[in-house]
């Protein structure tokens, strides 16, 4: 049976740019799908073309058990959608926003009022509730379009980069709400370029490029594809750098990357602690003095690195040199 977000062959051209290229998608009832990608990957697109904001060229969607081509009004009375760009009215209260919205979707005034109280409390913007729009921040407004998102607790929730531009603390109270709302049935798919929240919230990944779909899995999945531990050093001295590298070579299995600016050596390696333990004593015995080292596993941002790092090193293949320095992009 296909989930409660489903897409098969998803083909969407603006001009010459695929923006989609066949994207297949599946999403469970009551879990969280995290779409991960780099700007302009096609995750936004998606978003819409699930949505029925945008009419797909190619391939098929089914949402909250709706066809999204022919059945655009069901699909859009059973789902939620806080997009990346926020739909707020500026003229409106906070307040006003939120009870427009409930009685967009027929909800009783009384209803509509309750609903848009509580909501304005629980993102924390009860003490704005009565400004307009227009004189709140952007993290406000942001809260706001989330908010407008949860008046009516649909089936299906969209959230396109909803924590984009909020503050740690906000951040963490979204987190908050959309773990409620998905141990209360919810299905969401979510996108996002914190890593560390798609680790945290999604319990599946995609991760998209050129409008594809280039991996899919848990979190776990991904990283253990990734590869395994590595060991990483940092040496006190830069004179010691390619010692050291001789000596990481020797333990790894695989290529030892070496990023100059911060005199830091990381290698592939399988043996743990044990391992660890062997490293040491002999850069040790070499004389090496080292900052720090450290056994290290995986993050969702080394995968991502990797899987589109990937890409955009085939094309730049003849001009690139690989390896070394390839960290310093992030960030
Ligand atoms: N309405 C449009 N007209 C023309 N090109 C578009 C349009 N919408 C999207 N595109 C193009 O399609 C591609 C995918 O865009 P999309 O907004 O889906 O990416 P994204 O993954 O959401 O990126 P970001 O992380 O920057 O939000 C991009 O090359 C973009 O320029
Ligand atoms: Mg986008």
Request: hydrophobic share 40%.
């Amino acid at each position: 049976m296909p989930g409660a977000i489903y897409a098969e062959g998803l083909v969407k051209t603006f001009g010459d740019v695929k923006a989609l290229d066949g994207v297949d998608l599946d999403v469970p009832q009551g879990t969280v799908l995290g779409l991960l990608g780099p700007n302009g990957a096609g995750k936004t697109t998606a978003v819409r073309c699930l949505t029925t904001l945008l009419r797909p060229d190619r391939g098929r969607a089914v949402v909250a058990g709706f066809d999204v081509l022919r059945q655009p009004d069901d699909v859009r009375r059973s789902i939620g959608l806080s997009g990346q760009f926020a739909a707020v009215d500026e003229y409106l209260t906070g307040r006003e926003n939120l009870q427009m919205v409930g009685r967009l979707y027929q909800m009783r005034a009384g209803a509509a009022k309750a609903r848009a109280a509580e909501l304005l409390d629980r993102f924390d913007l009860a003490d704005a509730a009565d400004r307009t729009a227009k004189t709140y921040s952007g993290g406000m407004r942001r809260r706001l379009d989330l908010a407008a998102a949860l008046v009516v607790s649909p089936p299906v929730m969209f959230m396109d980069e909803p924590t984009t531009g909020l503050d740690p603390r906000n951040r963490q109270l979204l987190w908050e709400v959309i773990k409620q709302l998905v141990s209360d049935g919810t299905t969401l798919l979510l996108t996002t370029q914190y890593l560390e929240e798609a680790d945290h919230l999604a319990h599946d990944i995609a991760v998209v490029d050129h409008g594809r779909v280039i991996a899919r899995g848990t979190s776990d999945e991904l990283k253990a594809r990734t590869g395994g531990e590595r060991v990483e050093v940092v040496v006190h001295e830069r004179d010691h750098i390619t010692t050291a590298q001789e000596v990481l070579s020797g333990f790894g299995k695989g290529e030892t990357t070496v990023e100059q600016h911060t005199r830091k050596l990381t290698v592939p390696v399988t043996g743990g602690a044990k391992l660890l333990a062997e490293v040491i004593r002999e850069l040790d015995a070499r004389g090496i003095e080292i900052d720090d080292i450290g056994l290290r596993r995986p993050t969702l941002d080394d995968v991502f690195l990797s899987l589109t790092g990937h890409v955009a090193e085939a094309k730049a293949e003849e001009s690139e040199t690989r390896g070394q320095g390839k960290k310093e992009t992030v960030g």
